[in-house]
């Protein structure tokens, strides 16, 4: 292949599936978005970026066989960084990209820790870690002033929180999920902006959360939490109290991650009327209680992996949900066998509902 370059006003380049793809052209002076997927070797990758230095804004690396990533990824202009399934990477380069506003590293296995660097980015807005097993360390992100969206999941290697995460006082969203081994989540009443927040499957830091924090976020509007477990992996048979979150006015959506032994959903649950949305996850009870139906502005009712649950409340105490318009049940199979269109033991009690999707398909 000639290296002279033939296409001067290409902005978007894929390549994907191309495990024996050795080199490419050099010169992109155009090109603004680039994907790789499904390569080998790293020089095609390097030749695109050394020639295209300047004006690529986004680059997506996927489900490649490289060990670590070129450093002549220092591109000044990147806005846009997702490495996602690239198994062998051991390896980041020094963060230089002062513009980067977006970076996604994604079930990378074989990652142990993020490079130097990360307090440069002080364009930074969304930064999501995901399914790094072997993740270690994480670097101080209290100079991520920018920061709106956090996310850091199915990481079990981490212990810690980030250091400095109070600092980022710019953050609207927060997700902290499925890390068993979590040892400590700091205090999170400085982070006045949070609307969306998720803390489930983190070890036993769920009652201290209640207790403090979470209640002083004048916008929050959308809360996950659940997945409680000691050190001792022992799973307790009761909810954490929740009555703590009634205070957050503006709380509109809540999404409850229960466990195995819970056979029966927090009592506290029936006091928070002004909720829309309320999802009930891997709750082990076989039936949902009757003050359900006390939920007036329920619009959203969902269950998913309750895998004993059988009985939905009374066809009453649904007729009192008035602003109910959806139901969605999700890998719940004895429940999905008794709402069974028409002749399921369950199906008079919600067939007055407009939406109702079981598996994601609407009946």
Not at 87 to 94: A, D, K, S, W
Not at 112 to 123: F, H, I, T, Y
Not at 269 to 274: R, V
């Amino acid at each position: 292949m000639g290296m002279t370059c033939t296409l001067p006003f290409l902005e978007t380049l894929k390549i994907r599936d191309c495990p024996l793809l050795a080199t490419t052209p050099r010169n992109f002076p155009s090109l603004g978005h680039l994907e790789i997927q499904g390569i080998i070797s790293s020089q095609p990758l390097h030749n695109i970026v050394v020639g295209s230095q300047e004006v690529i804004l986004a680059l997506y690396l996927l489900s490649l066989a490289f060990h670590c990533v070129p450093p002549s990824l220092h591109n000044q202009t990147l806005k846009t960084l997702s490495v996602s399934k690239v198994r062998e990477l051991t390896y980041l380069p020094l963060f230089q990209h002062t513009s980067l506003e977006k970076l996604e590293i994604r079930d990378c296995g074989k990652l142990m820790c993020l490079p130097n660097g990360l307090e440069n980015l002080v364009s930074l807005k969304t930064l999501e870690v995901r399914g790094c097993q072997l993740l270690i360390t994480f670097p101080d992100i209290s100079c991520l002033n920018s920061l709106r969206e956090l996310t850091i999941a199915n990481c079990h290697g981490l212990t810690w929180t980030p250091i400095g995460l109070e600092s980022c006082t710019a953050l609207e969203i927060l997700k902290i999920c499925e890390r068993d081994n979590i040892d400590y989540v700091p205090d999170l009443k400085k982070l006045s902006r949070l609307e969306d927040v998720s803390i489930y499957d983190c070890g036993d830091q769920l009652t201290s959360l209640l207790k403090v924090g979470l209640q002083s976020m004048p916008r929050l509007s959308y809360l996950v939490i659940g997945g409680c477990k000691s050190k001792l992996d022992e799973e307790p048979e009761d909810f954490p109290d929740i009555s703590p979150l009634l205070g957050i006015k503006s709380l509109r959506a809540l999404g409850l991650v229960c466990w195995p032994k819970l056979k029966f959903l927090p009592e506290q649950l029936q006091h928070f009327t002004a909720l829309g949305e309320l999802g009930i996850n891997s709750f082990d009870g076989s039936e949902v209680p009757e003050w359900i139906g006390g939920l007036s502005s329920l619009y959203a009712l969902g269950f998913k992996e309750c895998w004993n649950l059988k009985y939905l409340p009374s066809r009453s105490a649904l007729l009192r949900l008035e602003k109910l318009r959806c139901l969605q049940i999700e890998d719940c199979p004895l429940l999905k066998e008794r709402c069974a269109k028409d002749n399921g033991p369950e199906w008079h009690k919600i067939c007055h509902i407009e939406l109702i999707e079981i598996d994601g398909q609407p009946i």
